[in-house]
Antibody, heavy 119, light 106 residues
Framework: EVQLVESGGGLVQPGRSLKLSCAAS????????MAWVRQAPTKGLEWVAS????????YYRDSVKGRFTISRDNAKSTLYLQMDSLRSEDTATYYC????????????WGQGASVTVSS | DTVLTQSPALAVSPGERVTISCRAS??????MHWYQQKPGQQPKLLIY???NLESGVPARFSGSGSGTDFTLTIDPVEADDTATYYC?????????FGSGTKLEIK
């Protein structure tokens, strides 16, 4: 069974940092691109970042470029999102998603990690 | 960015047929996907590449369209289908989602 389990969420002050992790199991992690998608309270889904199978290619939405870093450790089957210089508008539930390398559909999702940016 | 427009909400009775639309601001070929999100849960993939049913998803769900106009059809609707449905395109960068259609079962 495919499982994606996020951790690392919490309450953080504006301007501070937080690192999310996503532990994957039930599939060959290194064969899939991976993504982070967020959902602000009562709002819709918003793609944040993606990373290729080997980690050599990363992609970000404009609003997080230069502040967020997506990375992966294929030996540990774990995806990461380092979030720096956090802003109140980054408050959201962050989902880890498995992404088909060919068509970029997100075919498996974690349960989400809640991030609240507030003083 | 490619904007995906969905109607905000629909209400139907069990047993009826419902179509949920998604219009793209530019062509996305057939790289359109549909997700279901129930309250308090993570999204779940229903349809990929416009019309392909994800494994394990009931055949009551179907998708169609290409270019800029897409539809998700549920026939017949069941009470358990209460959820918000999102379309997502992966043809143009960055990938974008529609704002979601909240489906209420009367």
């Amino acid at each position: 069974e495919v499982q994606l389990v996020e951790s690392g969420g919490g309450l953080v002050q504006p301007g501070r940092s937080l690192k999310l992790s996503c532990a994957a199991s039930g599939f060959t992690f290194s064969n899939y691109d991976m993504a982070w998608v967020r959902q602000a309270p009562t709002k819709g889904l918003e793609w944040v970042a993606s990373i290729s199978t080997g980690g050599g290619n990363t992609y970000y939405r404009d609003s997080v470029k230069g502040r967020f870093t997506i990375s992966r450790d294929n030996a540990k089957s774990t995806l990461y999102l380092q979030m720096d210089s956090l802003r109140s508008e980054d408050t959201a539930t962050y989902y880890c998603a498995r992404q088909d390398p060919g068509i970029s559909v997100m075919d498996a999702w974690g349960q989400g990690a809640s991030v609240t940016v507030s003083s | 960015d490619t904007v995906l427009t969905q109607s905000p909400a629909l209400a139907v009775s069990p047993g009826e047929r419902v179509t949920i639309s998604c219009r793209a601001s530019e062509s996305v070929s057939t790289l359109m996907h549909w997700y279901q999100q129930k309250p308090g849960q993570q999204p779940k993939l229903l349809i990929y590449l416009a019309s392909n049913l994800e494994s394990g998803v009931p055949a009551r769900f179907s998708g169609s369209g290409s270019g800029t106009d897409f539809t998700l059809t549920i026939d017949p609707v069941e009470a358990d289908d209460t959820a918000t449905y999102y379309c997502q395109q992966s043809w143009n960068d960055p990938p974008t989602f529609g704002s979601g259609t909240k489906l209420e079962i009367k």
